[in-house]
Each structure stands twice: as C-alpha cells, then as structure tokens.
DNA sequence: TTTTGAGTTGTTCGA
DNA sequence: GTCGAACAACTCAAA
C-alpha cells in the first residue's frame, strides 16, 4: 500500500535468475508495462541441487549481480537479494510489498523444473499470478520435434529442424524506467552471500572478463564488428581471438541469444560468408543441449547410450589431479587447462583436447571431468557441459566415432603451430621451438633442461589410444 | 514397414 | 609433403 493512499497498481515481483539484463527480457517487460516493480534475486544454492553454481560461476555472480543493480539504479529501481527457499523468500516479498504477481524466466535444469513448479503452484495458491517466460533460448525444448513428434538426437537434422521454425520474436529493447514500489522491502548485502573465495583465487579472472549487461554487449560489439566473418577459420587456433567468448554472458543470460542471433544473421547479410553462418550453428548447439537435457534429464548423471553405464573407467586419483593442474605432461592439454584455473575459461579447442585425453588417454569417468569444468569454468551450464562431456566419451547424442582420439601433439601442431598458445600458459616452455614444444620430452638436453620444471607425460599416447580403442570396444560390443 | 543416407570438431597409412 | 581411403558397426531421421 502507498503511504501517500493514491489507489497506485501493486507491484509485481520480477524474480532474477539466469536472465541478469534488462534488455529484450520479457519478465521484467511484463511486469513494468503493469506498474511497480521490484526486482529480486535470490540466492538458494541448497534447494538447487546439481545445478548449484559452482566457485567460478559464483565470483560470475558475484559481478553480475552488482552490474545489475547498478543499471536497475539508473532507472530508478535496484535489486533486492534475498536467500532462499525460492518460495519461502518470494512469500516473504509478497507480504511486504503487496504485490499481486511474480514475472520470472524459465530454467530448465531437471533439478530446477521441479522446484519452480512448486513455487508456481505455491503461488498460485496463494491466490497469486505466477508467469514464466522464455528468456534464455531461441526455441523452447519442447518446441523442435521430429517428423514423428519425438525428439531429436542428431545436430545437423534438428538444426534444420530450427531453420524450419517460425523465426523467434525480435529482441526488446530495455524499459526506459521501472516504477519504484511505494517502499522498498530489505535487501541482503550482496557480500553476505559470500559469492567469492577469500583467497583470490580469481585475479586472473578480472583481466579477462567483465561480467554484467554492458560487457556482455560490448563482447557481441567486437565480434560482430570483428571476429564473426572469419570464424569458421580462425576458431579453432587457441593462440586466436577467433571466438566469441560470449558463453559466460549466455550462460547468465546477460545478452539474449535471440540478440545475439539477429545481430550475428544481420552481419551474415551484410557481408555473406562462411563465418556467421558456422557461428549461428554453435548458437544452435546451445539450443541442442537444452533439448536434449529436457528430453533425457538423466544424462546430467548418466550416459545417454546405456551399454555405457556399464564402462570400466579407472580410478586414478593422481592422473586427475594431474589433469587439473596442468601437469599432464601434454602441453596441448596443461595448456588449456592452466588457462581454465587462471581465467575460468578455456578455449573450446583446447576443452576438446583436455576432455579427450581424460577419457580416452587417462581412462577416467567424464563425469569427473564434468565436475571440474563445472566447478571452474564461468561458463559452466549444465545443458552444455553435460552434452560436451558425452560427446567427448562417446555415449551421448552424436556419438564420436570409436577411433576419434586425439592426439594432443598433432592436435598441438595443428591448432597452435608456432606454440603461442602453450608458451602463454606455460612458462617453462618458452624457450623451446616450435618443432618439439608440443613434445617437450624430444627436445634437446638444452630444451630439455631449459624444460626442467615441467611434467613429463603422464602417459604413452599411442599406447594409451590402443588402450581405449580396446576399452571402448569391449563396452560397446553387442555379445556380452 | 523397410530402406537409405548421413552422422561437428580425428588419425594413420600408403600411394 | 599432400591426399584419399580406411578405420566397426550402429543409430537416427526421413522418404
């Protein structure tokens, strides 16, 4: 209620999740074009089981969240954080504000789903309006369908699929101003939701990103303007800026990938080639990833192929704990994965070099795979790192071929040929040439005492690739 | 129902 | 050095 009793519309609760923009955001847009606003989010990791954030996307967060209240400010509004249960913390606003209805954008993690429908139904029967969006997907998962009304499991048939679609509704544009409730409900300071490590593990991160509506639109900026024309060429060269870099903004939801398509498609148009295109197509393995993860929820856990679930994947908790400290010995993969732990990113070449060598090299279960990427990548999300993971090992949508494996030195050699890549993440190579830097063990006694303090190779690769051209057979053949 | 062509990202070997 | 074929058999999606 107002304190100055004009009869004013009640206030509509718009609940933040991944969809941390103001722009092209139609739970936020619905809810102003009705009255009042109050924005919250809600930190409720307990109640989010599997899809908790984890360290990396919590310092993402931590800086998001701030960017967003900072441009709710300058509409006259501001984000109230509140801690959850969802319901019990969404009540709780409603008592104090008056509102009459919640606005928010669907997730669809399965073990999101589940709570979101009860907050609904909790709502609703509270005798409140409870209304979902789409916000974070081009399609909704359950929109593409096969000619038979199933789902599918192949990419280049559901892309088409896509492509057959009724084109999603242009992106918005943000509201000019949010009307402010009569009296703002307490907000949590964000600090207190201790978001980031208290050692700094993160400084690196800071150089690299910047969190927030803003630079995720600054990122699009300089790829349209820049990198998306020759995409299909430079990205894969880990030493490049070839890629876009936007899957932290994506996975946020800090820039729509219905923008992200229009602004991608238009420079498409403008000047045709192969790179726009190919991009578009990633986009789309996005969208892919979300289908299958509502289609197949089990896969967060277990192999979309079930002759997989019964592989034998090696305990070895030295090789692991190699791999995630990039001391494999393969520069090609300590690489890759020295640029996640300093950046919180990786290169999506190198996380398939990384992934392949912890499957196939190392024999080890891409689940624990999967549970590193998530704890330190800022783009980690589950649709996505659930379906890369299972490609990598084979048993998911797509399956690789049994003889796919990487080699990390000729991998090496084909995607950073002069080692640019490995030397910046790789100190103690940087004297060695280009000829043996992806091989540090052939150098010279020069190189290699020059090379001293690096690993040697945690393994004989092409041993290793027999070894898991056997394993994977055993697993996969029919009699047994 | 049956058939057919295709399937993101690789490696190796031999000509 | 470059190039094409071979590397299992299977499943998917559509005709």
């Known amino acids: 209620m107002n304190s100055d009793g004009r009869r004013a519309a009640p206030p509509s609760l718009v609940w933040f999740r991944l969809d941390l923009r103001l722009a092209d955001h139609p739970a936020l847009a619905t809810a102003a074009a009705r009255g009042p606003v109050v924005p919250v989010f809600i930190w409720s990791s307990e109640e989010e089981g599997a899809a908790a954030p984890g360290a990396a996307s919590r310092w993402w967060l931590r800086q998001s ?3 967003l209240d900072a441009s709710l400010r300058q509409r006259g509004s501001r984000l109230i954080i509140r801690r959850g249960p969802a319901l019990a913390a969404l009540r709780a606003l409603v008592r104090q504000t008056g509102a009459k209805s919640v606005c928010w ?3 669809y993690e399965p073990s999101l789903v589940a709570r979101d429908v009860k907050v609904a139904e909790g709502l609703r029967a509270d005798g409140l309006e409870a209304e979902t969006f789409n916000s974070a997907l081009l399609f909704e998962p359950w929109e593409v369908k096969t000619l038979a009304g199933g789902p599918f499991k192949v990419f280049t048939p559901f892309w088409k699929a896509c492509l057959h679609r009724p084109a999603p509704p242009a992106a918005s544009a943000a ?3 949010l009307d402010a409730p009569g009296t703002w409900p307490e907000s949590e300071p964000l600090d207190s939701l201790e978001l980031v490590a208290k050692t700094d593990w993160a400084a690196g991160f800071r150089p690299a990103w910047e969190p927030g509506e803003k630079g995720a639109n600054a990122r699009l900026a300089a790829f349209v303007d820049g990198g998306a024309g020759s995409y299909h060429e430079a990205r894969d060269f880990m030493a490049a800026d070839g890629v876009s870099r936007l899957s932290p903004h994506l996975h946020f939801g800090e820039v729509s ?3 992200v398509w229009d602004l991608v498609a238009r420079c498409a148009a403008a000047a045709p080639g192969r790179g726009p295109e190919v991009y578009l197509r990633q986009l789309v393995w996005r969208e892919f990833a979300h289908h299958l993860l509502h289609h197949f929820p089990l896969t967060v856990a277990e192999p979309l192929r079930p002759e997989f679930s019964r592989f034998a994947w090696r305990r070895d908790l030295k090789s692991f704990s190699a791999w995630t400290r990039g001391r494999t010995g393969f520069p090609a993969v300590d690489a ?6 300093r950046t919180g990113w990786m290169h999506n070449r190198a ?3 990384a992934a392949s060598f912890l499957v196939k090299d190392l024999l080890i279960d891409w689940r624990d795979g999967a549970a590193w990427f998530w704890d330190t990548l800022v783009d980690a999300d589950q649709a996505c790192n659930t379906l890369g993971w299972q490609w ?5 949508a797509d399956a690789a071929p049994f003889f796919r494996v990487f080699n990390p030195v000729l ?3 084909k995607f950073d040929a002069e080692g640019v890549y490995v030397k910046r993440w790789i100190a103690e190579l940087a004297a060695l040439p280009p000829a043996v830097v992806h091989e540090p063990w052939t150098a010279d006694p020069a190189g290699l005492a020059a090379a001293g303090a690096y690993a040697l190779p945690l393994v004989d690769h092409a041993r290793a690739r027999e070894r898991a051209l056997d394993a994977f057979s055993a697993a996969t053949s029919k009699d047994r």
Request: glycine share 14%.
């Open 105 to 107: 954008s669907r997730r």
């Open 392 to 396: 990598t090992a084979g048993c998911g």
């Open 175 to 177: 509201p000019a101003r």
């Open 257 to 259: 990938p219905r923008r």
């Open 411 to 413: 991998q090496g050699r």
């Open 65 to 67: 969240l701030e960017a």
């Open 336 to 341: 890759g994965m020295r640029e996640l732990w």
């Open 351 to 353: 996380r398939m070099i």
